[in-house]
């Protein structure tokens, strides 16, 4: 079983839609939740963190973490076509190291 | 303000040559450095992770290896290349304690 699992896509929205991206994780003692971005060719670059479960909302991105159900999802709303990307997902695992457990990532395809 | 560096930005390498990728941070001491590979359509692989001067903790045993001379130098390295080397190497550092990783801009590495 994967550690972080997220649905490779393409997921594909209209421009102005909301973008719905969700990821689950294994490790039940997970604190920390993170969302990436990355365009082709690109390194990743950080949208947001999330720690607590509910809502976080930064901008058109809002982060929602469940932690009973160990699911974490990314919600973009009023989609653009500069939002077409691969999104990662990461959790830190506390086994003894700080260090990040990355999804394989969800391809966005925002078409105008 | 913090940056981080990666070089070179491209490199092409016949399987069996040596290899070292350097990272550096500006900006911040005491980091955590980061290295993870990327296969190609892939998510990212830990490969190493240093909390301070001569502190590396391997994740993948393989023919990489690891050192961070200085405070906010990590660099990558293999006496031989081979053709699985191949891939996008990422450097990224967090604050010490701290989870949040932010990645320099790669190094992609083709080996032939």
């Known amino acids: 079983q994967k550690e972080v699992e997220q649905n490779s896509g393409p997921l594909s929205v209209p421009e102005g839609a909301i973008a719905s991206l969700n990821c689950t994780y294994s490790d039940r003692g997970s604190q920390s939740f993170f969302w990436y971005r990355q365009y082709s060719g690109k390194s990743p670059e950080l949208i947001m963190s999330?720690?607590?479960?509910g809502d976080k909302e930064d901008g058109r991105f809002t982060a929602q973490l469940n932690k009973a159900s160990q699911y974490v999802s990314l919600l973009i709303r009023d989609s653009q076509p500069s939002d077409s990307a691969t999104y990662l997902c990461a959790v830190e695992n506390y086994t003894g190291r700080r260090a990040l457990t990355f999804g394989s990532g969800t391809r966005l395809q925002v078409q105008p | 303000s913090q940056t981080i560096h990666q070089w070179p930005a491209t490199l092409v390498q016949p399987v069996g040559s040596p290899l070292s990728l350097e990272c550096t941070v500006e900006g911040t001491s005491n980091p955590n450095l980061y290295w993870y590979r990327q296969a190609a359509g892939r998510g990212l692989q830990l490969l190493f992770y240093s909390i301070g001067i001569g502190q590396i903790s391997s994740e993948v045993p393989q023919n990489l290896s690891a050192s961070r001379p200085q405070d906010r130098q990590f660099i990558l390295s293999s006496k031989k290349l081979l053709l699985s080397d191949s891939g996008f190497y990422l450097c990224?550092?967090?604050?010490?304690?701290?989870?949040?990783?932010?990645f320099g801009p790669g190094t992609r590495l083709l080996v032939l």
């Open positions: 990224a550092w967090s604050v010490r304690g701290g989870q949040t990783q932010y």
């Open positions: 999330i720690y607590s479960n």
